[in-house]
């Protein structure tokens, strides 16, 4: 007998004793755990439309297109002139973004970078349940092609590098119709819709912007920049913004989960925003006052609207592997009060991302859980057909909101 037997015999030998073994204590913990957590995650739910993937662990790589549009105008007084337009373009080239996504269940952390030149990074993590979810995301990119407008004229010639944007968005939302439609499914892939549903979503978002100059632009008087010095001297705009909003999804399989396509927008109603500008200061005038001076700036009008639309497409390929493709677009934008010391300032931000994902799935399955705890799945009254005739015709309590009977 050659070793190539003698090792395979050996791994058989050990793989049927394993089989047979008894889970250890550390292990039958974290069955539990999981256990308990997923009947959690079904409680409240009619698992006819939405049910949990038969492993909780989730790994995916991910490919994406990430860009940036972004208008910064500021008009001025100028001396000769009268009153001024300047708008500054700002329009990222798409960076290859490369990246990873790892989850259990509802929550799940990622981090992607532009891989071949470092122009963009992004970080996200999510948490979510059967109703309501969080996704928090950083991105900022400094591969930025700009344009510079005053009034007709255009100026082009600004390399990468030389203006920076960092947005970043933390939101939550609320799913109406819980019972029969997953906003995760669709966004994180941590619930399987397995019947087409849709839903009233509830938003409240904190959004933060900030369009900045790079270090490398903000040089002595002596050699002043052409950029600032038309921008009235302004280095950078930075808002903080508060908004709510209504939204609606829906999620449309045409295969009992199979395939899944997913959109969704809301429309965001900012009721609270900071904004603050900074300007360059001359060593001849600041007198070692140290940093950039910075004023906040009261917005024209104290709510304005904003949004963020999705789409998703996701095909189950069996019960390890899946595959995903979704876009996003968030808005963020903000004018500026008329005052006789300060300009107009106005910022609109286009923060959009395509992204592709090859995931897996990993973890104990269902069946063998439930033999090494000796217990169902799932509990009674932790989810399946609710069994109750709705007083509310179908296509709504399918399609808006599933209220309690």
């Given at each position: 007998?050659?070793?190539?037997k003698?090792?395979?015999?050996?791994?058989?030998?050990?793989?049927?004793?394993?089989?047979?073994?008894?889970?250890?204590?550390?292990?039958?913990?974290?069955?539990?755990?999981?256990?308990?957590?997923?009947?959690?995650?079904?409680?409240?739910?009619?698992?006819?439309?939405?049910?949990l993937?038969e492993?909780?662990?989730?790994?995916?790589?991910?490919?994406?297109?990430?860009?940036?549009?972004s208008?910064?105008?500021?008009?001025?007084?100028?001396?000769?002139?009268g009153?001024?337009?300047?708008?500054?373009?700002?329009?990222t080239?798409?960076?290859?973004d490369?990246?990873f996504?790892?989850?259990?269940?509802?929550?799940?952390?990622?981090?992607?970078?532009?891989?071949?030149?470092?122009?963009?990074?992004?970080?996200s993590?999510?948490?979510?349940?059967?109703?309501?979810?969080?996704?928090?995301?950083?991105?900022?990119?400094?591969?930025?092609?700009?344009?510079?407008?005053?009034g007709d004229?255009?100026?082009n010639?600004?390399?990468?590098?030389?203006?920076?944007?960092?947005?970043?968005?933390f939101?939550?939302?609320?799913?109406?119709?819980?019972?029969?439609y997953?906003?995760?499914?669709?966004?994180?892939?941590?619930?399987?819709?397995?019947?087409t549903?849709?839903?009233?979503?509830l938003?409240l978002?904190?959004?933060?912007?900030?369009v900045?100059?790079?270090?490398?632009?903000?040089v002595?008087?002596?050699?002043?920049?052409?950029?600032?010095a038309?921008?009235?001297?302004?280095?950078?705009?930075?808002?903080?913004?508060?908004?709510?909003g209504?939204?609606?999804?829906?999620?449309y399989?045409?295969?009992?989960?199979?395939?899944?396509?997913h959109a969704?927008?809301?429309?965001?109603l900012?009721t609270?925003?900071?904004n603050?500008?900074s300007?360059?200061l001359?060593?001849?005038?600041?007198?070692?006052?140290p940093?950039?001076?910075?004023?906040?700036?009261?917005?024209?009008?104290?709510?304005?609207?904003?949004g963020?639309?999705?789409?998703?497409?996701?095909?189950?390929?069996?019960?390890?592997v899946?595959?995903?493709?979704?876009?996003?677009?968030?808005?963020?934008?903000?004018?500026?009060k008329?005052?006789?010391?300060?300009?107009?300032?106005?910022?609109?931000?286009?923060d959009?991302?395509?992204?592709?994902?090859?995931?897996?799935?990993?973890g104990?399955?269902?069946?063998?859980?439930?033999?090494?705890?000796?217990?169902?799945?799932?509990?009674?009254?932790?989810?399946?057909e609710?069994?109750?005739?709705?007083?509310?015709?179908?296509?709504?309590?399918?399609f808006?909101?599933s209220?309690?009977?």
């Open positions: 007998m050659n070793r190539t003698i090792y395979l015999l050996l791994f058989l030998t050990i793989s049927c004793l394993c089989s047979h073994a008894e889970p250890s204590k550390g292990l039958l913990f974290f069955y539990r755990s999981g256990n308990w957590v997923d009947n959690y995650l079904r409680r409240g739910i009619d698992t006819t439309y939405i049910d993937p492993h909780s662990w989730r790994l995916a790589y991910t490919n994406a297109m990430v860009g940036v549009n208008n910064l105008t500021s008009t001025s007084d100028v001396a000769g002139h009153t001024m337009n300047f708008s500054l373009l700002n329009k080239t798409p960076s290859v490369l990246g996504y790892a989850a259990y269940r509802g929550f799940g952390f990622g981090y992607s970078w532009d891989a071949l030149h470092a122009y963009a990074q992004r970080l993590f999510s948490l979510g349940s059967k109703f309501i979810g969080i996704d928090f995301g950083i991105h900022t990119s400094t591969n930025i092609n700009t344009s510079l407008l005053i004229w255009a100026l010639d600004f390399s990468k590098n030389e203006i920076i944007i960092t947005n970043a968005s939101n939550l939302w609320y799913a109406l119709n819980a019972a029969h997953s906003h995760q499914a669709a966004v994180k892939q941590s619930y399987i819709q397995k019947k549903a849709g839903s009233l979503l938003h978002s904190y959004l933060s912007s900030q900045a100059l790079s270090d490398t632009m903000k002595p008087e002596v050699d002043m920049p052409l950029l600032p038309l921008m009235s001297d302004l280095t950078a705009v930075r808002t903080r913004q508060i908004a709510v209504l939204g609606y999804g829906i999620n399989t045409p295969n009992h989960g199979k395939v899944l396509l969704s927008a809301a429309a965001m900012v609270y925003s900071v603050l500008v300007f360059y001359p060593d001849s005038i600041a007198n070692g006052l940093g950039e001076p910075m004023y906040n700036l009261q917005p024209s009008f104290p709510v304005h609207v904003s963020n639309m999705r789409a998703a497409v996701s095909w189950e390929i069996n019960k390890w899946h595959l995903n493709v979704w876009a996003t677009a968030e808005n963020i934008r903000f004018r500026s008329t005052t006789a010391n300060y300009n107009i300032i106005s910022l609109e931000n286009w959009w991302k395509v992204q592709a994902s090859v995931g897996i799935r990993l104990a399955g269902k069946d063998r859980v439930q033999r090494a705890l000796g217990v169902s799945g799932v509990k009674s009254g932790a989810g399946g609710t069994g109750k005739k709705s007083r509310f015709p179908k296509w709504l309590t399918d808006f909101w209220p309690k009977n």
